[in-house]
């Protein structure tokens, strides 16, 4: 049973448009959200997160949004640069016994077209 | 340079032997995490580690082991009772207080022939 889901396998945006990427979960118990990038071969870079308390937080050119009541959160990138093009997960976490577990979407592939 | 190595980046074993792969952080982190990542699926937990001596078992446990005996350090060792150990593996760690963020090591690619 699939707690994070990111329903799109890829997403191929022009390079200065808007990027976003979705994520839906279904554990109302998850109090933080976070999106990680991530490279072929390399581990997953951290890149913004969110405190279920908030609906929105802006970090330079991404900004996540977390719409709690409909179990759902978004990475906006603007503009969308070359660089950005690679694997994305959301994760989401959960305090269970006192020790932080994340649980992790399935990754959007984005790949910026020049 | 504070951060988290792991060695060696690929890593090649015959089917049925033991294999441990390294872990090392010194951000001095209280937290550390070992993932799985099989092509286009996510991160999977296999153990995790609050503190030094203790650990928990994650969701695909089965045919691993761990230790952490130093707070530095954290190996995983495959064993011959993982079916399909062939995969790249992810650690973690994170500080207990203040943000949630783990941060990841670079990976091991594990390739079992």
């Known amino acids: 049973d699939q707690q994070v889901k990111q329903n799109s396998p890829s997403l191929s945006v022009q390079e200065g448009r808007i990027s976003i990427l979705n994520c839906d979960y279904t554990?109302?118990?998850?109090?933080?959200f976070l999106w990680y990038k991530k490279y072929p071969a390399e581990g997953p870079t951290f890149l913004i997160s969110?405190?279920?308390?908030?609906d929105k937080n802006e970090d330079g050119r991404f900004t996540v949004f977390l719409n709690k009541s409909a179990k759902h959160l978004s990475l906006h990138i603007v503009p969308s640069q070359p660089g950005d093009s690679a694997v994305y997960f959301c994760?989401?976490?959960?305090?269970?016994?006192?020790?932080?577990?994340?649980?992790f979407g399935q990754g959007t592939r984005l790949t910026i077209n020049p | 340079d504070g951060g988290i190595t792991q060695s060696p980046k690929y890593l090649f074993r015959k089917e049925g032997q033991n294999v441990t792969l390294s872990c090392e952080q010194n951000?001095?982190?209280?937290?550390m995490y070992w993932y799985r990542q099989d092509p286009g699926q996510g991160l999977r937990l296999i153990y995790y580690?609050?503190?030094?001596?203790?650990?928990q078992k994650g969701d695909i446990a089965e045919g691993y082991s761990v230790s952490r005996e130093k707070k530095e350090s954290f190996p995983l060792t495959v064993t011959s009772a993982q079916k399909n150990p062939t995969a790249f593996y992810l650690c973690?760690?994170?500080?207990?207080?203040?943000?949630?963020?783990?941060?990841f090591g670079p990976g091991t690619r594990l390739t079992v022939l």
């Open positions: 973690a760690s994170r500080r207990t207080s203040g943000p949630d963020t783990q941060y």
């Open positions: 554990n109302s118990m998850f109090d933080y």
């Open positions: 969110i405190s279920s308390i908030k």
């Open positions: 994760a989401a976490s959960e305090l269970l016994q006192g020790a932080q577990k994340l649980v």
């Open positions: 951000l001095n982190h209280d937290a």
């Open positions: 580690s609050q503190i030094v001596n203790d650990f």
